[in-house]
């Protein structure tokens, strides 16, 4: 192993997503500039990436090559009469001419990083067909003498053309390839990237391997930290409950704030997640889970979208003005034995009414107690599994909003909830939405098993949609 930092350039043709395989491998959707016109990145940017707070490995984005035809053709017109030079002699003869700095300005940027690397990867947009151009800009990339690694983008787009380039590399000699499409890439795409890389760089092997499984175990602890967030907005709403004076103003009024701090709760949840993958708002569409406003309230809410996503809301209260909010009703001056409890079958709202209730019972006589309906719950579970699922295969060079469609998740929209949420049910202190709440041991382990439930088992989804980019 060496202690040298790892130099790779990401070279190829003009718009085959060089720029956007740096941003997917970086998790860094603002590097550099991406646009469908070509020529977008005009000079060479760098990305480091580190181990053990030292420099590691160091990316560099360089712009597309246009000319190569003609460049290779005066190439040979620099050759001495008599003389054989190897390719890197051949191009750094190039590189001191004076058409390094006029026609071919930016192939002379692209070939001068190659040989101050020490590999490159070519990145293919494996849409295009195999044409000469790109021939000639393999041959000029080969001249370097620096192992290169061919990169075939956009291979999630019907009729791409992979087994063409593969084939038209073979015969150039380059028999290693990655398929890497960098809107949507696979789990472990950078896994694969670094194992190809440490084959073609045995010295750096080592480093290589390392920094694989850094982002392995990065990966691993972003997946976890994800499911520990929507798991806490479900313990924390589940536990909500609000006490209202019985009258129909009060109680409109009292549902109208608890279906205030739930939407609150989860835009923060939303907002968490994003964070945590390094996205932004932007990058989630506001047609299917507005982020603020009255149509994201009527999202949530409003019992069409439990019918859109597969959720059949209960009979009764919670089905009718209140829409996704269940009354529990203690009737005061009957026992707890004979009391009414209005609701509960259609929400399983109030667990342990024997250990709780005398409690509840004495503070709220008189009063109407309002939580979160079940099939509400069901939603923010169905949603809050569908954008980690979504997050986890969204690579930071997708342009295209992310959208949810209906999840294929039978368990969720009418299986029985998961213990841990109707245990959060009988607790009311556990609400960070409410006073007095209560982390205690017993909620964090609850949050834990809730969140390793909700990771069970995600339902594969469509990959997230996206654009290409230089």
């Not at 290779?72 to 390719?87: A, C, H, Q, V, W």
């Not at 368990?411 to 202190?429: F, I, M, V």
Request: overall charge neutral.
């Amino acid at each position: 192993m060496t202690d040298a930092m790892l130099r790779v350039a990401v070279v190829g043709h003009t718009n085959t997503g060089k720029t956007s395989l740096l941003r997917t491998l970086t998790r860094d959707g603002r590097f550099g500039e991406v646009a469908d016109s070509p020529g977008t990145t005009r000079h060479v940017e760098g990305a480091r990436l580190q181990l053990d707070g030292r420099p590691a490995l160091e990316w560099f984005d360089t712009p597309g090559m246009e000319d190569s035809i003609a460049l290779l053709e005066y190439l040979e017109r620099l050759d001495e009469p008599g003389t054989r030079s190897d390719g890197p002699a051949r191009i750094r003869r190039f590189l001191d001419s004076p058409e390094a700095h006029r026609r071919y300005e930016q192939e002379a940027r692209v070939l001068a990083k190659m040989l101050e690397c020490d590999a490159a990867l070519y990145v293919i947009d494996a849409r295009d067909p195999v044409l000469s151009k790109h021939r000639d800009e393999l041959a000029l990339l080969a001249a370097c003498g620096r192992p290169l690694l061919p990169v075939l983008n956009f291979v999630n787009t019907p009729g791409h053309r992979a087994d063409e380039w593969r084939d038209a590399m073979a015969r150039l000699g380059l028999h290693a390839a990655l398929e890497f499409d960098t809107v949507a890439p696979p789990l472990d795409g950078d896994r694969q990237l670094y194992a190809k890389l440490a084959v073609l760089l045995d010295r750096h092997a080592a480093t290589l391997n390392r920094l694989a499984d850094e982002l392995a175990r990065q990966r691993r602890e972003r997946s976890l930290a994800a499911w520990v967030l929507a798991a806490d907005l479900l313990v924390d709403v589940a536990a909500l409950r609000l006490a209202s004076p019985a009258d129909d103003a009060a109680l409109q009024a009292h549902a109208a704030t608890l279906r205030d701090q739930v939407r609150k709760r989860e835009q923060a949840c939303v907002d968490a997640l994003l964070a945590l993958y390094n996205f932004r708002r932007s990058d989630y569409a506001d047609d299917t889970l507005p982020l603020e406003g009255t149509r994201w309230g009527m999202d949530l809410f409003h019992p069409q979208a439990l019918k859109d996503m597969g959720i059949q809301l209960g009979t009764g209260m919670a089905a009718g003005a209140m829409a996704g909010a269940a009354v529990d009703l203690f009737s005061a001056g009957l026992s707890l034995g004979t009391g009414m409890l209005i609701g509960a079958a259609a929400g399983g709202l109030w667990q342990g009414v024997e250990r709780f209730g005398g409690r509840i019972l004495g503070r709220l006589r008189g009063y109407r107690e309002i939580t979160v309906d079940d099939a509400v719950l069901r939603l923010l579970a169905l949603r809050q599994r569908q954008l980690v699922h979504a997050l986890e295969r969204r690579g930071h060079a997708a342009r295209d909003p992310l959208r949810l469609g209906q999840p294929a998740d039978a368990q969720w929209r009418s299986g029985r909830l998961p213990e841990p949420l109707r245990e959060a049910r009988s607790r009311p202190q556990w609400s960070a939405l409410a006073k007095g709440y209560e982390d205690d041991e017993r909620r964090k382990h609850v949050v834990a098993e809730l969140a390793r439930i909700l990771a069970d088992d995600v339902p594969e989804g469509q990959p997230a949609a996206g654009a290409q980019g230089s």
